[in-house]
């Protein structure tokens, strides 16, 4: 089974400082993906990021990137210049393949990033 | 392009009870999983649909079951319903049980 963590539940950063949220992960498989997605008040899951396991390189998306340590099973996304409309719930995410698909996610419990003005 | 929709927002059971959710997945998607995400918690994965089939399930009891549509909608029925069947139900929706979901906005019970 794999399992999802984060380490974090709150996190609070000034607007336009920059954040790092931490979040490792357990899984036997060599197949999986990663996620970070965000959960506003409004309580739709959006994707933020992901992150293929067999890609060395780490992902960005515009303000958003990852740090990958895939030897060390981590997983942390990092917000520059943080944005009052950037403060939600974040989730950690894992996805593995198995049985010829994908199976579901596997979340870890969340960090609430608070946006300081 | 629509994304994913449910419904309803919300809806008030009591114990005992049973209730069907509804999801349409986003345009281009054949593949719907349903989460169940407790107050303070990250999503529970219940089960994910493809070619009417349940495909994947996960650590969720007998009283939750659900069927695919042939135009790829979802629902996903709870019966015998309890007070810890309180929730937001999330659906979220892939291309081909793809690994990238897209979720919708999800719907609130709450078992009296």
């Known amino acids: 089974a794999q399992t999802v963590t984060q380490s974090q539940p709150e996190m609070s950063v000034q607007e336009a400082e920059t954040v790092t949220l931490s979040c490792t992960y357990d899984?036997?498989?060599?197949?999986?993906?990663l996620f970070w997605y965000k959960q506003p008040p409004s309580r739709q899951m959006i994707l933020v990021i992901r992150q293929e396991a067999y890609k060395q390189q780490n992902a960005t998306e515009n303000r958003f990137s990852v740090n990958f340590q895939k030897a060390a099973k981590s997983f942390s996304l990092k917000i520059s210049d943080s944005q009052l409309g950037d403060a939600a719930m974040y989730f950690c995410?894992?996805?593995?393949?198995?049985?010829?698909?994908?199976?579901?996610?596997?979340f870890g419990k969340g960090t609430h990033l608070i946006i300081q003005p | 392009d629509a994304g994913v929709t449910q419904s309803p927002t919300h809806l008030i059971k009591t114990r005992g009870q049973q209730v069907t959710l509804r999801c349409s997945p986003k345009s281009g998607h054949d593949t719907v999983s349903w989460y169940q995400q407790a107050l303070g918690q990250g999503p529970q994965f219940i089960f994910q649909y493809y070619e009417e089939e349940e495909r994947q399930r996960g650590n969720f009891p007998d009283r939750f079951s659900g069927h695919q549509f042939p135009n790829y909608s979802s629902e996903l029925n709870v019966n015998a319903l309890l007070l810890g069947d309180s929730a937001l139900y999330l659906c979220?929706?892939?291309?081909?049980?793809?690994?990238?979901?897209?979720f919708g906005p999800g719907t609130r019970l709450l078992v009296l």
């Open positions: 899984t036997s498989e060599s197949d999986y993906y």
């Open positions: 979220a929706s892939s291309f081909s049980r793809g690994e990238t979901q897209y």
């Open positions: 995410a894992c996805h593995m393949y198995s049985g010829g698909g994908a199976d579901g996610l596997t």
